[in-house]
């Protein structure tokens, strides 16, 4: 059963960090690139980074360009997403993706480009 657990989300002010985390189960982690994207009430669902399967590439969206850090450690079949400078407008679920994907490839944010999600982990930011 293949699984993705997201932790690490909470309430902050402005300014300060989060570090997220994505912790995958059942499938061959190290065969997938990865993602995160996020989705605030009202707004569709946005992706903000994502990574090769051997983390020798990554991708943000110009959002988050510069404030966030991608990341992955496969040997404990978990990605990170550091958040730092948060913004209210940050306010989101935050939801980790895998999809499998030959070496040094990216996926994009293309939602349907993803085979599996996790349920997400809140991110409130408040000024």
């Known amino acids: 059963q293949v699984q993705l657990v997201e932790s690490g989300g909470g309430s902050v002010q402005a300014g300060r960090s989060l570090r997220l985390s994505c912790t995958g189960s059942?499938?061959?982690?190290?065969?997938?690139?990865m993602g995160w994207f996020r989705q605030a009430p009202g707004k569709e669902r946005e992706g903000v980074a994502c990574?090769?399967?051997?983390?020798?590439?990554?991708f943000y969206s110009d959002a988050v360009k510069a404030r966030f850090t991608i990341s992955r450690d496969n040997a404990k079949n978990t990605l990170y997403l550091q958040l730092d400078s948060l913004k209210p407008e940050d306010t989101a679920l935050y939801y980790c993706?895998?999809?499998?994907?030959?070496?040094?490839?990216?996926?994009?944010?293309?939602?349907?480009?993803?085979?599996?999600w996790g349920r997400g982990t809140q991110v409130t930011v408040s000024s």
């Open positions: 059942g499938f061959i982690y190290s065969d997938n690139c």
């Open positions: 993706a895998a999809a499998a994907c030959p070496p040094a490839t990216l996926r994009g944010f293309g939602i349907h480009d993803y085979d599996y």
């Open positions: 990574i090769s399967r051997d983390g020798d590439r990554t």
